[in-house]
């Protein structure tokens, strides 16, 4: 694991609570921007997503639970 830049205790704090039971969601870059300065693939703002979703982002900014969910539809529409 490579050295990042603190994110600050307030946003540490906020994502370690909203990770709830996935606490290694923690361990994930905070931003997009430290994602991709990782080569990383997932990060996790801690922040809902547009469905309400608590769940790490890929590096389109979409929500993995909202990814899978797409899937599931487009496999359904067949
Ligand atoms: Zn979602």
Not at 20 to 48: C, I
Not at 60 to 73: I, N, P, W
Request: charged share 30%; net charge positive.
């Amino acid at each position: 694991m490579t050295h990042r830049e603190f994110e600050g205790f307030t946003s540490y704090a906020r994502r370690l609570k909203a990770a709830g039971d996935n606490p290694g969601w923690v361990r994930l870059p905070h931003s997009k921007r430290v994602m991709q300065a990782e080569g990383g693939k997932l990060y996790f703002t801690g922040e809902p997503c547009k469905r309400g979703h608590i769940s790490p982002r890929n590096e389109h900014g979409d929500c993995t639970q909202c990814h899978v969910m797409r899937l599931a539809e487009r496999r359904n529409a067949v």
